[in-house]
């Protein structure tokens, strides 16, 4: 393993993780369109239940999505390997951009002054991203802080089976945070196990891959939820801020990665973090909404 993979300010490495982040993000968000025609139309008795992943996975549709999203997975992991977590996860946001093009340039669909400003927020911000990402730290804090916190997380993800297990109707506002809070989990796990590849530790890497997966397939179950009671206009962009800004807010204040050395002392990197996040929130929006307007099943 190259040296800068431990500590790495080199601006080639931070552009290779970015580039694999953002090749991430073009899975994440083309399997989130594809798994939103078939959750939106299953039954609703089987949400938060093991019963509705049974059910979509028989659906080929759902099944291209979810390879589409897992395909990700190996290149977030890789752009962690290079990048620093504060700047690997705003940037899964840009693959937004291409899929508006796409479906503007292919399948005739309106682009307004909304969806362009969005655009350019997004570009705006991902620049300024690059430009101040703070330094990778391949050994994040360990502490007690730390270690509540995931487990915090882990709580606020759990939240929605709890309560529908205490005989509760879980409601789709409930099922989407419940969703992005376990995004969230996985975003700062996966980033663990990239420090442990890098420093050869196999068998803390292997179990942060396990936790990341079990946090994942909890984000995949309360997504569908969600979409099948709440349009994907309004899953996407809550899901996206929050895995975006809970997991850099952890890694900048107990992760190891310091925005102290980073121009304005972070302030640039903070305005690009909120303007890249909130012009995803838009942009998602527009592109999900759009992109799931045949209510037809693949069955």
């Known amino acids: 393993m190259p040296a800068a993979v431990h500590k790495l300010r080199d601006m080639d490495a931070v552009l290779i993780g970015a580039i694999a982040a953002f090749a991430a ?30 059910t979509l996975i028989r659906r080929r549709r759902w099944l291209a999505g979810t390879a589409l999203g897992a395909a990700g997975m190996p290149l977030q992991l890789i752009a962690l390997l290079f990048a620093p977590l504060a700047l690997v996860q705003p940037m899964l946001a840009a693959g937004l951009v291409p899929m508006l093009f796409f479906g503007w340039r292919f399948l005739d669909e309106p682009v307004g002054r909304r969806e362009i ?17 703070p330094p990778r730290e391949v050994e994040p804090s360990s502490g007690a802080a730390l270690q509540i916190a995931l487990a915090i997380l882990g709580a606020a993800a759990l939240t929605p089976y709890v309560w529908r297990v205490s005989g509760h109707l879980v409601s789709g506002r409930m099922a989407t945070l419940g969703a992005g809070f376990a995004f969230a989990l996985s975003g700062f796990t ?22 990341t997966a079990i946090a994942v397939l909890t984000g995949l179950l309360s997504q569908m939820t969600a979409l099948q009671t709440t349009p994907a206009s309004r899953v996407a962009p809550v899901v996206f801020v929050v895995e975006t800004a809970v997991p850099v807010a952890l890694v900048t204040t107990l992760g190891g990665e310091h925005l102290g050395s980073t121009p304005g002392s972070g302030a640039l990197f903070v305005i690009a973090l909120i303007t890249v996040t909130v012009a995803a929130a838009v942009l998602s929006s527009a592109t999900v909404a759009t992109a799931t307007a045949d209510p037809t099943p693949d069955t």
């Open 25 to 54: 993000s073009l899975l994440y968000n083309g399997g989130l369109v594809l798994q939103a025609f078939d959750a939106r139309v299953t039954d609703a008795g089987q949400a938060l239940r093991a019963g509705l992943l049974g």
């Open 190 to 211: 996966i980033k663990l196990a990239a420090d442990g590849l890098a420093l050869h530790h196999w068998t803390a890497a292997a179990g942060w891959i396990f936790v």
């Open 117 to 133: 400003a969005a655009v350019a927020m997004i570009v705006l911000g991902v620049v300024a991203l690059v430009i101040s990402a």
